[in-house]
């Protein structure tokens, strides 16, 4: 038992030790271009109609528009469609490219929530619903994302891959 008790204190001790620093330490002094960098003033928010990137990882840059976006009654001439819990969707027609490595484009990538927070329902039911698919260098993906909500101020987030936010916007359509 101290055996084992002696040899976690030896991996443990050297690990805990960097964890931890005071001002004026060399540790410290690293973490002064990321302090630099947290004050930095940030990006412009995208907006609807403006070409903007989003970071999908690995080094894959997925260029995004956000065309158009309005609210509206339906989104399909489909039957079985189901109507707008709120009476209303809120529609994005949306261009995916990818500018760097290879992106997909997914309606998945989609969320909104509106002006108190609440979440939206995503409707895939729609017409010309973007396409889930891998688009290359060069290539286009256009398509409508659509959700149930009702109308107001719209924070819309598009995450990666792994579901983590790639960027956001406002859209007050």
Known sequence: MKKNLALVALIALPLLAGCGSAAGTPAAAGNAPAAAAAEA??????????????DMGNGNIAKITIVSAAFVDKVSDNA??????????????????T????????????????ADGRKADMTI???GTIGS???AVGDKSRGFVNFALAPGPIKVTITNQLLQPAAYLTVAP
């Open 41 to 54: 003033p940030k990006a412009a928010e995208p907006t609807v109609g403006t070409p903007f990137t989003a």
């Open 133 to 135: 698919s891998p688009v």
């Open 125 to 127: 039911m729609g017409d």
């Open 99 to 114: 500018e760097k490595g290879s992106t997909s484009s997914n309606p998945m990538y989609f969320d909104a929530k509106d």
């Open 80 to 97: 079985y469609a189901p109507p707008a819990k709120n009476g209303k969707f809120l529609q994005l027609d949306v261009l995916w490219e």
